[in-house]
């Protein structure tokens, strides 16, 4: 009863899809190692996770097999990196995002680190259409400095916000539950206050600075919430899953609920990123609220075949066309090899086995592609 | 290894189903819309759920192969809806029922709105054996203004239980979930005397009353569960996912623990209503609470397929003695069918993988009926 | 494509498990009863669980269908009951756990109530080598009467769990989640101090004293973490579901954190026990702490096949490096060899499925002994 899953697979492929979430690829050239490859499939900081358990991942081993395929050599880290160390870095990342049959990127710069393309370098050297996404904490640090209290800087914020929208950006990013939680609630003025001037003072002596806790966060996030309704642009939430920097307990994205229910939101459009393990609430809000949606990226490739069960579990209420497409990849053009490799192989598991031959079809094609479009206004 | 879903479903046939609950059909003559079947299968408020994505859900597509099935006609809503709107709405309404095996609906009035069935109506119209369950916040709001202050409310609020019971109610349902949240706490008596004066007022200016918020909510529930305990009936809670009403953070069937743990509610029994995506959370109170029951109404049939991997994944720790059958469906003999039909299709497959086939047997007449007589003591 | 599970059953057995977690036995001789053996498949404390409803579990039928597999009868209470009972106990008893093929037990000495045996009774009767893990908060209880303050105390623990350790254990438990909360808060030393002065008035008194709330039981655990690590012997810790003593919504690993994040415990080992209905988010806590490991015991056998399931959903993030074989079996050897016949059956499912043969073969030998070779240091 499953749909034949080469006769969606082929179908899908007509029509290239929109990543939605992606970051761009570290500047080359450099020489790959073991140990970079494997960072890249698993979201721990401490290097013993790659050095002694990726490799002990299904996420992982589905990841070099799949690489193995594309480049027609072993399944193997030494024969996967031989191969690419040896090849043109230009031609080599180019050939491989043409495997993931990808027509546009929309990308958050916020994250590369240091040695990642700019967004002037990636346009120049990726042949894929690219859109930018803008980090909303990195537009925010950006302008501690220029501001002196809590009002102008909010100010600032969605003026930027604004110009970044005018300069050609699709949507905002927020990664709230890395830096304070989810659990959205009333700002209070005088912790804001507080907490603004500390950053302040670090400002003056030139520190790094860094957003963080509920009372900055949550406040940014409101601001945010109301300019990007006002520019009828999508606000993408970092939700469930990430790095250990973010306590997991407090990153359900059940905690938006005031953006939701408060009538000043009407209209804002939510973008819930990765989700899992809160993938059955995350559906739940795409199934109730008119303008949310969301991915299952990061689950898909890392969690292996659960993120393919997730999926399934998604589509339980979530609407097909409230379902995104995403890599989340970054750095290097293998994650988003295995990434897309493994999101279209879910969506054929997923909607095969949900839905008729025909359904399945158009399902897949709203996911990998037309939510995106719709949602991003990118045929406007 | 499975049982052959023909043999269970054919026997199971042989003695009706007990739909534990579910809500009145809409006075007719009416004519139905699509919008209107569409709005049947979400829990969404917002109009343009229906108008733009439960066409993309599994569980509404899986509905309308369901009705095409049934109606004999094509799976499509404007051939559903033409054959429905021609036919004799009584008529109709029972032979749609009778298709769903139902010996005996367990009917919460509070949902209908102003177009439903009264009772009296209802069990004269509807050609199934009917009992009522009494939904505590409604009782309680009809009770304000004749009370003057919390504890006459209270006291005024279980008389009325009474009541109900002795006039045949069968049980007591409680939407906690909707009006405050189920993290029970010991009730404060003084946000409660507060709550309640700003309720009288209300009613003394003849405004609508509505009974919300965890002083007044908790304290409602903490008396109607002592008072089903001395009548020995069972309370209803309605628990997991509902329409946006509600915080579903806040409705996991866990946050009952007082009533479960207090030696005062001893002998107490709960049947927790829906439950999903908290079903593996109320599977291990069944599993540990001799008085505890649970359903998956709701779930089934809007989740889809994840419906009865919830259904499964309940079979894991909550013994089949302990789960109920329900569609929760209201409104439109439509909504009966699909349900009955998904909630039975669903326990063939999680019963037929689970057991043998005497026992699967066995635990789907427990579950359409023996458990449920069990527990509203319907034989007695 | 799944591998044949006769192949894989067969290659694991050639290097016996470790079972990590598990209690003694029952002293010798008695009766079991129909109620016994269903009270040792339960979680719940009420007797009218095993009276009216085990028997109605998925895990309970498996478990009469493997011991009437092993024991050459048919799968009946009745049946195991006759021949066990009429059987010589020692015999039985190391009959039945050799079938287990465990090649160590670490047993946790806490909780078989009057009746189990001593370890130097155990460490005699039962033909398979044996360690001890010794639980935090019985050597905390037995230490109260003899020190003056908070202070004291937790130092008098921290030197019991040394010389236990010295003596040859191999690790520490705690049952923090059953006397307080799994969400780890600063210790409020005021209220530490007001605990523990109440705990001493009862030694005084010669009462039975009972470690419970958070001061006192996170103090414990912050402490016993401390020492663990000095040590380096992993800390086990009781998550996820067990019987009604606890608050399920209170049990998740997530609430671990500060034990993962804060520097003064880098090195730590946890184990993570039982995990159910958490076991994704405990698999994630695997996937980005190189120190943190899981198990699924109780699930398995308990949750019948969604035990199998939670164990596949929790190698979509958790390492296979990263996950521990239990039984938690206690009293009964029927017990073991349920647990022991269920876990390799799931392991068999999920890795046979997940991974190609080669690398389910290496995975599952990791799983049953390996990774607790590593983590306890078992061969050092």
């Not at 097999?65 to 690419?84: F, H, K, S, V, W």
């Not at 008729?356 to 897949?364: K, R, S």
């Amino acid at each position: 009863m499953p749909t034949d899953p080469v006769v969606l697979l082929h179908a899908w492929e007509q029509e290239p899809a929109v990543d939605h979430h992606c970051h761009p690829l570290r500047r080359w050239p450099f020489q790959l190692t073991a140990l970079e490859l494997r960072a890249a499939f698993t979201e721990a900081i401490d290097r013993r996770i790659p050095q002694e358990h990726v490799l002990q991942t299904a996420g992982y081993r589905a990841a070099l097999r799949r690489l193995g395929d594309a480049l027609g050599c072993e399944p193997t880290e030494a024969a996967i990196l031989d191969l690419r160390n040896r090849a043109e870095p230009a031609e080599f990342a180019n050939r491989i995002l043409q495997r993931t049959n990808t027509g546009l990127l929309l990308l958050d710069y916020g994250f590369s680190g240091g040695d990642g393309f700019s967004p002037h370098e990636h346009a120049r050297v990726v042949r894929v259409p690219q859109r930018e996404i803008v980090r909303l904490e990195t537009v925010a640090e950006r302008l501690v400095a220029g501001t002196s209290d809590p009002r102008e800087w909010l100010a600032a914020v969605r003026g930027a916000l604004r110009s970044a929208v005018q300069a050609g950006a699709v949507g905002v990013k927020t990664i709230c539950a890395y830096r304070a939680d989810l659990r959205l609630r009333p700002v209070d003025t005088d912790q804001l206050g507080v907490a603004f001037t500390m950053l302040r003072h670090k400002a003056e002596r030139q520190e790094p600075i860094r957003v963080t806790g509920a009372a900055l966060c949550h406040a940014l996030l409101f601001e945010a919430a109301a300019e990007c309704r006002e520019l009828r642009v999508p606000l993408q939430v970092h939700c469930g899953f990430g790095d250990p920097d973010e306590d997991l307990a407090e990153a359900s994205p059940l905690g938006l609920r005031p953006l939701l229910q408060d009538k000043q939101y009407a209209g804002l459009r939510l973008a819930l990123l990765h989700c899992y393990p809160y993938h059955r609430e995350a559906a739940y809000l795409c199934a109730v609220y008119p303008d949310v949606y969301m991915d299952l990226s990061l689950a898909i490739p890392m969690a292996g075949d659960d993120g393919a069960q997730a999926l399934k579990e998604a589509l339980g209420l979530c609407p097909f066309s409230k379902l995104l497409y995403a890599t989340d990849a970054a750095r290097y053009p293998e994650v988003y090899l295995v990434a897309a490799a493994a999101h279209r192989e879910a969506l054929v598991i997923a909607l095969g086995e949900l839905f008729d031959p025909a359904t399945a079809l158009d399902a897949g094609r709203q996911v990998l592609a037309a939510n995106a479009k719709r949602l991003y206004r990118l045929d406007g």
